[in-house]
């Protein structure tokens, strides 16, 4: 019976882990922006964030879909597994943020600022990418086909396992970067810039 009840308590504490603060989301909501809030799971759909600070919160696993966060504040937050298709993030900055296995098929990246944050097996296909900045960020089998990626910022990166067949890199800076022979080839097809700091393996 002890160990029963133990199980229903343990279960408890992981509904109760894996559901955002309904006052946070109302604020959210209400305001828009909220800091250092709890928004896990939360249906964040076709809202306008513009502006909005949502700095340290917990997005993780929230429904993002069709939203607008143009310059938004997305600096050291959790937005893992995401549901973020076709969602704008122009000029936002989202550095030192967790973007592990984010949806976001077809969305917006325009001009963002990704400095230092995990894309591990992101989903980036056919976003638009233009002059972003992937500065030191994880880029472990991100998948950026069909990705327009142009003027955009890849230093101090290694992206052998990432996906950029088909992407658009003109005017991409590549410094510092580990590349595999194939990537390489087509950055230079796609008249990026690699300067001599660029390893290609």
Do not use: P
């Not at 604020?27 to 964040?44: M, Q, S, W």
């Not at 909005?52 to 939203?67: E, I, P, W």
């Not at 607008?68 to 076709?86: H, P, Q, T, Y």
């Not at 001009?111 to 992937?134: E, M, P, Q, V």
């Amino acid at each position: 019976m002890k160990k029963l009840l133990g199980l229903i308590a343990i279960a408890g504490m992981m509904i109760t882990v894996q559901g955002y603060d309904g006052v946070h989301l109302k604020k959210a909501l209400e305001e828009k922006e909220c800091i250092g809030c709890d928004l896990r799971g939360a249906d964040l759909r076709k809202q306008d964030f513009s502006g909005g600070d949502f700095h340290g919160s917990d997005l993780s696993g929230a429904d993002m879909r069709g939203s607008v966060f143009e310059m938004a504040d997305l600096n050291d937050c959790n937005l893992s597994r995401a549901k973020a298709e076709g969602t704008v993030f122009w000029k936002a900055s989202m550095e030192r943020s967790n973007l592990r296995g984010i949806r976001a098929k077809g969305s917006n990246f325009k001009g963002t600022h990704l400095n230092k944050s995990d894309l591990s097996k992101a989903d980036l296909r056919g976003a638009k990418i233009w002059k972003a900045d992937f500065s030191d960020a994880v880029l472990f089998k991100t998948d950026f086909r069909d990705a327009e990626i142009g003027g955009s910022k890849f230093i101090r990166n290694d992206l052998r396992t990432a996906k950029l067949e088909k992407s658009l890199l003109w005017q991409t800076r590549f410094s510092e970067v580990v590349m595999s022979k194939a990537q390489c080839a087509h950055a230079q097809k796609e008249e990026a810039l690699l300067d001599s700091n660029v390893t290609c393996r």
